[in-house]
């Protein structure tokens, strides 16, 4: 048997890739992050980590005890749900960013309302400033954004790197400016690659100025330019862009759940460990 506090523990590290990080999020003392760890690995009799000073990486068996740790506690859940014959019901607000919501995420919110059939889901897909703005203002109950690295609050479900990505084939002439697909502004990504364009002093042009994700995909696949994408969120048909090619690189950003303090915090709660369970929603 493996503890659940053992199994939190370890899908906060392997989702943060970060002991110091880990504890923040579970807030708790970083020593018990790492006392939990060891227990976990010596029950199991794997190494799960590779860590030295500066970097921590799953293992081949840590992947797989990612994805047992995931249904474990999941199972847990559905358990307690279910003894507890839970009344979850009322109205629950949702946003998630226009990428997010290609990826399986649908399909999590769907087993969620099948779990919880009396809670009604009201679902906004809008760029992440937006959806700040609104859970803010108290016109969202829970959204999924992405956010800067340095910002702190809600739940983290994964760190990922920015990168640039185009059509198989594409060619960079880093002799002429860097033509952008890009999002109408305010857009976290937007910001991220021209600033990082200044600072490598390498001019660009707006080759495309779209509000939604679609657009994006589209225009890059049209040669309009070079779009920016966590990693994990690039779409089937493009291609990531090496560091070869001369481009700055574009440093990480959190996928994060942020929910609103002032409501009803049951179904808000019960959706954000529905998600956290599940991994993270992406293909």
């Known amino acids: 048997m493996y503890p659940p ?40 009799g794997r190494t799960l980590f590779v860590r030295d000073t500066r970097t921590v990486r799953l293992t081949a068996d840590g992947e797989a005890m990612a994805r047992f740790a995931r249904t474990i506690l ?24 226009d990428d997010l919501a290609l990826t399986p995420l649908p399909k999590i ?29 108290g016109h969202l ?12 609050g809600g739940q983290l479900v994964r760190r990922d790197r920015l990168v640039w990505a185009g059509p198989e084939g594409v060619r960079f ?3 002429q400016p860097v033509p952008l697909v890009v999002y109408q502004a305010p857009s976290l990504t937007r910001t991220i690659g021209i600033e990082a364009l200044g600072k490598a002093d390498m001019a660009y042009r707006v080759g495309c100025t779209v509000r939604g994700v679609n657009g994006v995909i589209a225009a890059v696949r049209a040669g309009l330019g070079l779009g920016i994408f966590a990693r994990s ?9 090496s560091a070869g090619v001369g481009l700055p690189t574009l440093g990480e950003i959190d ?5 609103n303090p002032h409501v009803d915090s049951a179904p808000a709660d019960a959706l954000v460990q529905a998600i956290l369970a599940s991994g993270h929603p992406t293909r």
């Not at 749900?81 to 839970?86: I, W």
């Not at 009396?118 to 809008?126: G, K, S």
């Not at 969120?233 to 862009?241: G, Y």
């Open 5 to 44: 506090e053992l199994l939190r523990t370890f899908l906060a590290v392997a989702q943060s890739l970060s002991f110091t990080r880990a504890a923040e999020l579970l807030e708790i003392r970083q020593p018990t992050v790492s006392q939990h760890i060891r227990r976990l690995e010596e029950a199991v």
């Open 74 to 97: 999941a199972a847990q859940e559905q358990a307690v749900d279910y003894f507890n014959g839970s009344g979850l019901a009322g109205r629950l607000r949702v946003g998630v960013t």
């Open 109 to 137: 919110l769907r087993q969620f309302r099948q779990a919880y059939p009396r809670v009604d889901l009201d679902l906004t897909v809008a760029q992440s400033p937006s959806l700040h703005r609104r859970i803010e203002s």
């Open 141 to 152: 109950d829970v959204v999924f954004v992405k956010r800067g690295v340095k910002e702190r």
């Open 173 to 175: 002439d880093p002799a």
């Open 233 to 241: 969120l690039i779409p089937e048909e493009l291609v990531e862009l």
């Open 255 to 259: 996928l994060v759940l942020l929910t």
